[in-house]
């Protein structure tokens, strides 16, 4: 074009319109040239952004289809979530709230986003404070990561734990999003430590409250964990002194090495139990105990756990058992040789006085025989009817006898029937005036009143039953020190000077044994230089007592008139008893056989059966060390002969079959030591 240009001033004419066309077709052919180049580069751009606008729907769906699969990802996770999960917004709005909430609450995710109250509704009302004040924490931001327990009501009315943890949720800029919570059902958990805390709380107390002393070792190292106060009175050491010390370390063992070696065998064995062992209190008093002990896991730990039960009353008492039981043979077969002494003896001279006294003295021991065996709870109580008040007043009466002190009495013109054996209320009655007695040694008054009382006249007391025999017994003596008052039931605790049978304190600790065991209650109360009052409740049937009429006295010689030529069967294992009762029946005309056992019983009475001279009755003891007793012999006797007439007889006055005797097949019963009077008169009832 510039050359074109340059070309047209120097021609002129038609020359210079030539060129000037030719310029002009040039230029056109070039444009030509230029349009087709621009329509080809429009034709590649049309397919290149066709192929950017594929490209692009093609990313854009991509990016659809991964948002799709993120957002599918996020539902799983969300949605099937076990616990009940939630999205607040800043503004407190549920954006999101798991199905799982229907599990746990009975109410659908939708019922929760179009009713948003719903959330504090389903909280129990005990709870709605604390979460309320929760929330509003929440939606303050000031709180990072929370966490609360608290109860809600389920749809049907079930009262659910449920454990709330939130944290604050933030975008990538850090702009606050809300908060996410998670509800967790933890009901089942609640309820285990709830049944934990009441176990915990029940051997607590078992353990607080037990009378045996309980002690809690490591396993390991032997130290003391914990221990019961129980122990700590048996011992007389305070928890301080116990706690993270062993046991030798504080002295409870006196043969150490002795003691460490079962130590030993405990953490192999893992249980055991040991008898005699000695224990010495902070006092260095000796107490005879016995261990049961235990290994066992708390909190991965291994404990030893110690049942001590202190034994030395219960030695002592079988000690006291076993000369009881000496006494008992010594009584019977010197009361019997003493009867035939007296018999024997022709003028009542100062020897007749003597065995006189002998014989009480037997008795008596007998009686002290009688307050062992009721101590060491060698047989139960047996029941029997009686009228009481004739009982108490001989049993007073007796009692006072030769002495300063006199017996006053209210009692009721009709009583009850109480369910107690005459003896056994004799000796209560005798126990306690005996004591007011030497309460008041330069004389004084006891009085002695007894009602019938109802269930509503029982006050604030330890009765079951609804009818009871009231008896109260007062003095106005000494009275008991205050210190003394709590220890007046416990064997062997007297204050009185020591002697025969004073000072072995038995007497209350008895009176107290058979009340107890008979479902009765006895209460103390005194005061010192004042006098004390004792009040005893004894089970009645709530029925007229029936007086029984006063039995004659039977004379030897209406004993040997009687006797006849009956042949009498004696059992019993101890010769020297045997020997007795033969004399004894013999000089008051009975043919008397003997057996050692049962078993020689039973064969000689089906020889004398068979032989056509039988034995008029038998007289079994109750208890043979060797052999069958009176319980298994009357059976093997009654099987041969269903008329056989038996005596069953005992050194055990609390025996049930003493009491209850024609239950197993006796005609009779009588206790030992007896009377040859005694023996006599219960031989003449049965034949």
């Not at 310029?23 to 052919?29: E, I, K, P, T, V």
């Not at 928890?239 to 192999?268: M, N, P, Y």
């Not at 002969?641 to 069953?648: N, R, T």
Request: negative net charge.
């Amino acid at each position: 074009m510039a050359d074109t240009k340059e070309a047209l001033p120097g021609r002129q004419g038609s020359g210079q319109t030539v060129d000037l066309y030719e310029a002009m077709s040039r230029l056109n052919n070039e444009l030509a040239d230029m349009h087709r180049e621009l329509a080809q580069k429009n034709a590649a751009l049309e397919v290149a952004n066709a192929q950017i606008a594929e490209l692009l729907q093609i990313s854009a769906q991509e990016h659809i289809t991964a948002l799709r699969e993120s957002e599918k990802k996020y539902h799983t996770v969300a949605d099937f979530t076990y616990d009940w999960e939630l999205w607040i917004s800043p503004e407190g709005k549920l954006l999101y709230i798991s199905p799982s909430c229907e599990r746990i609450t009975g109410y659908r995710a939708e019922e929760f986003i179009v009713e948003p109250a719903l959330f504090i509704d389903v909280i129990h009302p005990d709870d709605r404070d604390a979460v309320s004040s929760h929330v509003k924490e929440e939606l303050m931001h000031t709180t990072d990561a929370a966490n609360l327990d608290y109860r809600i009501i389920t749809r049907g009315g079930e009262v659910r734990w449920i454990n709330h943890s939130c944290i604050p949720v933030h975008g990538e800029d850090r702009s606050y999003w809300g908060r996410r919570a998670s509800n967790r059902d933890i009901t089942e958990r609640k309820q285990a430590e709830a049944a934990l805390t009441i176990s915990e709380m029940q051997y607590r107390r078992l353990f607080e409250s037990a009378q045996d002393g309980i002690l809690i070792l490591d396993a390991e190292t032997g130290k003391i964990m914990d221990v019961n106060p129980c122990l700590m009175e048996m011992l007389g050491y305070s928890k301080e002194q116990c706690l993270e010390k062993t046991i030798r370390e504080i002295g409870f063992f006196k043969d150490i090495a002795s003691h460490k070696d079962k130590f030993l065998e405990l953490q192999q064995k893992e249980y055991g139990r040991y008898e005699n062992l000695s224990l010495e209190t902070a006092g260095g008093l000796q107490k005879e105990v016995e261990f049961i002990s235990n290994v066992y896991l708390v909190n991965s730990q291994k404990v030893i756990q110690c049942n001590i039960r202190d034994i030395t009353d219960r030695k002592r008492l079988e000690e006291a058992l076993v000369q009881a039981r000496k006494y008992e043979t010594m009584s019977t077969f010197s009361a019997g040789y003493i009867t035939l002494t007296k018999d024997d003896i022709k003028k009542p001279d100062s020897a007749l006085k003597f065995l006189d006294e002998a014989e009480k003295i037997v008795f008596k021991a007998r009686d002290i025989t009688g307050e062992f065996l009721t101590l060491s709870g060698s047989g139960i109580e047996y029941r029997n009817t009686a009228d009481p008040c004739k009982l108490i007043k001989d049993a007073a009466l007796q009692s006072l006898r030769s002495s300063l002190v006199t017996c006053k009495f209210n009692l009721p013109e009709e009583s009850w029937e109480i369910l107690i054996s005459p003896g056994l209320l004799s000796r209560i009655i005798s126990s306690v005036v005996k004591n007011a007695r030497e309460a008041m040694p330069h004389g004084g008054v006891v009085k002695i009143k007894a009602e019938n009382i109802t269930g509503k006249g029982k006050k604030r007391l330890p009765l079951k039953d609804d009818t009871y025999f009231f008896i109260g017994i007062s003095d106005n003596g000494c009275g008991i020190p205050r210190k003394n008052l709590p220890r007046i039931f416990d064997p062997y605790f007297s204050t009185k000077r020591m002697g025969f049978q004073k000072g072995m304190g038995l007497g209350l600790a008895v009176v107290y044994s058979i009340i107890t065991r008979l479902k009765g209650h006895i209460h103390v109360e005194s005061k010192e230089g004042i006098g004390t009052e004792v009040s005893i409740y004894l089970p009645s049937t709530g029925k007229p007592a029936v007086v029984d009429e006063k039995k004659e006295q039977v004379t030897l010689k209406e004993i040997e008139s009687a006797a006849g030529t009956k042949r009498i069967l004696f059992m019993d294992d101890e010769e020297s008893l045997r020997t007795t009762v033969k004399l004894l029946l013999k000089q008051a005309g009975y043919d008397v056989d003997a057996a050692v056992n049962g078993e020689e019983a039973l064969r000689k009475y089906v020889q004398a059966k068979d032989s056509g001279n039988p034995f008029d009755a038998v007289i079994l003891d109750l208890t043979i060390v060797a052999g069958m007793g009176g319980v298994a012999t009357i059976k093997k006797l009654l099987e041969v002969d269903p008329q056989v007439k038996a005596i069953v007889s005992s050194g055990y006055s609390t025996d049930p079959v003493i009491a209850n005797y024609k239950h197993y097949g006796f005609k009779g019963a009588f206790t030992k030591p007896a009377t040859r009077a005694h023996i006599i008169e219960t031989l003449q009832k049965i034949c």
